[in-house]
C-alpha cells in the first residue's frame, strides 16, 4: 500500500534560521596567546558598533572574557588583552577565582548602563552561582556587583527595561527540573518573587534541561526569548535552540513556545569540538530591518552566526 504524504504532514520548513555563510565567524585563532576555544558570547549592539564579550579558554582551563569589537556584526576583532577581573574586591576574590570560574557572559543596557550577568563556578568549583558585573561604556573597566543567587543556578538573563517598576531576570536553578524561572528585583542585587515560567516538558524538542538564551527581545507581540533545551540522544546531549514569547508587561504569562527548534547541530563545527551537538546562545540582537542575529557557541569550541526573520520567530511562537 502507497501512503501519500501531503504537505499537512511533512513539513516544508525545516528550521527558521539561517547560518552566515563565514561561519565559523569567530575561532580561537583570532585570539592571541594561548587561547583555544572561543565559544558563548554575550553581544550587544550600541550607537551602530557591534561589542562582543566572548568566553575563552586556554590550554591551562583559564577562562577569560575577551572583548571583541566589530562595525557590521559579523566581523570581530578581538582586542589585545581580556577584560581584566576586579582583584581589587575582597569579595570578588574570596567567592570568584579570578581566572578559572566565570562563563557565559550575558550584555544588557540598563538606566544608559552596561550590566553583564554571568555563571560563577564558587567555592573551588563545587557549586555554581550568578553574579553581576557593571561594564564602563568603552567595555574596558569591570565592577563587581556581587552573587545574585544562591547555588545552583546559571544562565542569568536581565529584561533590558524595568517592568512595572522593577528589574526583572530568567534564569536556570539547576535542581532536578531544570525548569526556565523568572524573579524580579528594585536594584538587580536582590531577587524574589521567583516564578517558575516554563517546565521542560513544555518543550517538545528538548527532554533533559532548558534555560534562557539571550536577552529578551521587546517586540510589539511580547518579549521573545531565544532559549536552549537539551535532549539525551544515546549517551550524548544534543543542545539546541528554540523561542518563547512573553507578555510584555507580565512576562510570567506565557504566550508561546516554538514546538520545534529553530536551530540544531548539524555542521561539521557544531557536531564535533570539546563538547559535541552543542548550538548554546548567550547573545542575539534585532536589526532594524527585522532581521534577528543569533550568535552561538557550537560545539563549546567556536562562535557561530544565525540569522532568522522577527516575524518567523514570532509565528514559531504562536502557531507552530
Ligand atoms: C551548559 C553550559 C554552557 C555550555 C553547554 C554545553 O551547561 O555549561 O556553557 O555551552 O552546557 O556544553
Known sequence: MTTTIT????????????????????????FPNDIVTAFNAGVIKHNDQYFMVCRTEDSALGRYMWVCDSTDGINFTPRPEPLRMPTHDPVFMKYVHPTKSYWDPRIVRLDNTFYITHAADVTNGQTCQLGLFKIDDDF???????????????????????????????????????????????????????????????????????????????????????????????????????????????????????????????????LIGQSPSVVFTNGSILEPDGTVRIYYGAADTVLGLATASLDDLIHACLYE
Open 7 to 30: 504537505s499537512n504532514t511533512l513539513r516544508q520548513k525545516k528550521y527558521i534560521t539561517h547560518r552566515h555563510p563565514n561561519n565559523p565567524i569567530l575561532t580561537a585563532a583570532d
Open 140 to 270: 574596558n573597566q569591570l565592577d563587581w556587583l556581587g552573587l545574585i543567587s544562591l547555588p545552583d543556578n546559571r544562565n542569568a538573563v536581565l529584561f533590558p527595561d524595568k517592568i512595572g517598576g522593577a528589574y526583572y531576570r530568567l534564569d536556570r536553578p539547576n535542581d532536578n527540573s531544570f525548569d526556565i524561572w523568572l524573579s524580579s528585583s528594585p536594584d538587580l542585587i536582590h531577587w524574589g518573587n521567583h516564578r517558575r515560567v516554563i517546565a521542560k516538558k513544555d518543550v517538545f524538542w528538548s527532554d533533559q534541561k532548558i534555560g534562557p538564551g539571550s536577552v529578551p527581545i521587546k517586540t510589539p507581540h511580547g518579549w521573545l526569548c531565544i532559549i536552549h533545551g537539551v535532549r539525551r540522544q544515546c549517551t550524548d546531549q544534543v543542545y539546541s535552540l528554540g523561542a518563547m514569547l512573553l507578555d510584555l508587561d507580565d512576562p510570567s504569562k506565557v504566550l508561546g513556545i516554538s514546538q520545534r527548534a529553530i536551530l540544531a547541530p548539524e555542521t561539521t563545527y557544531e
